[in-house]
């Protein structure tokens, strides 16, 4: 089973738990009626704003924490120096 | 005959040999240099190693450059073997295997982008959790699993825009298919040989999904994999590409994964 079939399976089963309670058919025992319709339909919105944040702070703190390394820069120049002297005092002939 | 003897011809505890593959196209000018970088290194450690240049015809005559090294530093060292004409990275990385003389198998790329002085933290790595696979990472600051030899990662020569490029790329991947591996496009990797045969004989991708593929396939296959942080110089000499087509290929590699493993 792929992983898209695995995901589309778990949606699909909190979708519909979701739907079942949306349309009534189905309804959460001990919890006051009213308040199950006021909550029930902010949630498939509550989710996709939960996402955005993450995905925003996820890729600002990726950005954020990026390294520069310029030392590694400086260091490959001296040591690509040091490679051409060497192989050109053994014979190989570089441009 | 008397096992401890056979320690005598080793000039460390390390057996195990080590080959590079290096697919290489027009890289006259750099490898000379990649493979005196990489000499230093496996001489300083005392590792037995090889070089396996896989030239696709280069115009430019890095395959004459590749002959000079092999008569400086010895024909079981630097091995040639070239192909006729452009045939892709992956297929690059197939030929290759079928040289090698190693256990261990290095691939990298020949530009400078990937410097060998990282491969002793590699190495250590995989010997201390006997890793499968040990691949460097560009985000990390620290390895994984844990070892105190290793230093921050980073890049060299990105912008804002490349940096959040990459970072989207990567936080795409890693939602969609939770690789468990913080860098996916990147291509500097040991592996052990059999694992790598295993691997690359399943993975059908090219370009920058083909390495994206390989570490999706490998926790699909149940290998273990070790990150180790590695700093990125940014092709220095030639250029680095980076277009709509690219971002669109790569999100297309993506889906073709998530339906596919």
């Known amino acids: ?31 006051d009626k009213g308040a199950i319709m ?22 600002g703190w990726g950005l954020f924490t990026f390294r520069d390394c310029p030392e590694a820069y400086e260091e490959l120049m001296r040591e690509i120096s040091q490679a051409k002297d060497d192989l050109r005092s053994r014979g190989l002939a570089l441009d | 005959m008397n096992p401890f003897d056979m320690q ?28 005196w970088l990489l000499a230093n290194v496996f001489e300083k450690q005392q590792l037995a190693w090889e070089v396996i240049v896989v030239d696709d015809a280069s115009p430019d005559g890095t395959q004459e450059v590749a002959k000079q090294l092999a008569s400086l530093y010895g024909e079981d060292k630097i091995v040639l073997k070239p192909r006729a004409g452009k045939l892709g990275l992956g297929t690059a990385y197939i030929h290759g295997l079928n040289f090698c003389t190693g256990d261990f198998v290095i691939i990298m790329d ?27 990472t560009r985000y990390r ?12 990662g980073g890049v060299h020569g990105w912008d804002l825009k490349r940096k959040l490029v ?30 790598l045969r295993h691997i690359i004989a399943e993975t059908q991708s090219k370009g920058y999904v083909f390495q994206m593929e390989m570490m999706v396939r490998a926790r699909a296959l149940g290998y273990t994999v070790g990150e180790v942080p590695i700093t990125f110089v940014d092709r220095i000499f030639g250029e680095s590409k980076l277009g709509a087509d690219e971002i669109v290929s790569y999100a297309k590699g993506v889906w073709a994964l998530f339906v596919g493993i």
């Not at chain 1, 695995?6 to 349309?23: D, G, M, Q």
């Not at chain 1, 006021?38 to 890729?59: A, D, K, R």
């Not at chain 2, 982008?113 to 499968?132: R, T, V």
């Open chain 1, 1 to 31: 089973m792929a992983r898209a079939h695995r995901v589309a399976l778990i949606s699909t089963f909190f979708a519909s738990l979701w739907a079942l309670v949306f349309f009534q058919i189905f309804s959460i025992p001990g919890v």
């Open chain 1, 38 to 59: 006021e909550i029930w339909p902010l949630i498939p919105w509550w989710l996709l704003v939960t996402f955005g944040s993450y995905s925003l702070w996820s890729l």
């Open chain 2, 8 to 35: 005598g011809q080793f000039a460390t505890s390390d057996t195990h040999k080590y080959s590079v593959i290096l697919p290489t196209y027009n890289e006259r000018k750099n490898l000379p240099i990649i493979v």
């Open chain 2, 110 to 136: 020949a530009d400078f982008s990937h410097h060998p002085k990282f491969i002793p933290q590699f190495i250590s790595l995989q010997k201390a959790h006997n890793l499968d696979i040990v691949t460097g």
């Open chain 2, 141 to 152: 600051s620290t390895s994984k699993p844990f070892l105190r030899e290793a230093t921050p």
């Open chain 2, 166 to 195: 990459s970072r989207g790329a990567n936080f795409l991947a890693d939602t969609v298919l939770s690789p468990g591996v913080s860098d996916l496009t990147g291509s500097f990797r040991l592996y052990k040989l059999p694992v």
